[in-house]
């Protein structure tokens, strides 16, 4: 924290690859991810200690986020996998596919194959959502782009699809994330404090995206054009953000409260 205090910094960065990784491995539920968890929190104690010890506890904010939840999925003997190989056979239905080993998925069918394809994978799994791409729920803010491909797919959170090969199971995960992010395992957390957050102030939940606008308020710089809003975010700051602004660090983790700090 010592280069915080000699240099002039405006934004700074920090990513932090845990408990992802463990979560993946053994699971969102396990002693082991709860472990790095504590791992984690001893950093973050370590790091408040050095912004008080280096004087810049008045100068400097904290962000604290992440970017997704994670839920189990489970393996054998309750496997929760829907194989798209028991419904269709790709070979002869599927030009072009982004189905890997997940909770999401999106299918380019070939010429004149797309409604049949569609009907089949309808009918596939009680746990398996399919969609035509204009008939995507609008609450997912995804299917407008113009890469995105015609019949799009997701499992209910656990259910994870497989549209590698008949019968082989090849993923290893036992924790996931890209299901609905409305389930709450697939929410995330924030926590900020700071000269130009209110103390003690408990925000509404919202979603990530209204995080973008706060980071240029806080930087004194316009936002580029963006979904986020302001609106949602401002009332955590204090009145004093208008006239000046305090240098960020924002630090991108899986795993940590929402209050402020002070």
Same mark, same amino acid.
């Given at each position: ?22 979560g ?120 407008k ?15 994870v699809?497989?549209?590698?090969s ?15 992010? @409305? #389930? /709450? ?6 926590? =900020? +404090?700071? !000269?130009?957050?209110? *103390? ?5 939940p ?27 975010? @401002? #009332? /955590?700051?204090?009145?004093?953000i208008?006239? =000046? +602004?305090? !240098?960020?660090?924002? *630090? ?11």
């Amino acid at each position: 924290m010592n280069w915080f205090a000699k240099e002039d910094f405006d934004f700074v960065t920090l990513y932090y690859g845990e408990p992802d990784n463990t979560g993946h491995f053994v699971g969102p539920e396990t002693e082991a991810r709860k472990k790095i968890i504590r791992q984690i929190d001893r950093t973050l104690g370590y790091l408040l200690s050095a912004i008080e010890k280096h004087g810049l506890k008045d100068t400097l904010n904290v962000i604290i986020t992440s970017d997704h939840g994670m839920t189990t999925v489970k393996k054998k003997p309750e496997i929760h996998e829907i194989l798209l190989n028991d419904t269709i056979q790709f070979k002869d239905l599927v030009k072009f596919d982004i189905v890997d080993y997940g909770g999401f998925g999106m299918i380019l069918p070939k010429q004149g194959k797309e409604e049949e394809i569609y009907q089949k994978l309808k009918k596939a799994h009680p746990h398996l959502h399919v969609y035509k791409k204009e008939e995507f729920p609008e609450r997912f803010h995804y299917a407008k782009h113009e890469r995105v491909l015609p019949i799009l797919l997701y499992g209910d959170p656990g259910y994870v699809i497989n549209g590698v090969s008949l019968r082989i199971i090849i993923y290893v995960n036992k924790g996931d994330h890209g299901f609905d992010n @409305e #389930d /709450m395992d697939m929410k995330t957390i924030f926590r =900020a +404090f700071g !000269p130009d957050f209110k *103390k003690g102030y408990l925000a509404e939940p919202f979603d990530s995206i209204h995080i973008y606008p706060l980071m240029c308020k806080l930087l004194g710089i316009q936002p580029e054009l963006n979904n986020g809003s302001l609106a949602l975010t @401002e #009332d /955590m700051l204090k009145s004093s953000i208008i006239h =000046a +602004f305090s !240098p960020l660090l924002c *630090k991108e983790r899986n795993g940590c409260v929402m209050e402020d700090h002070g």
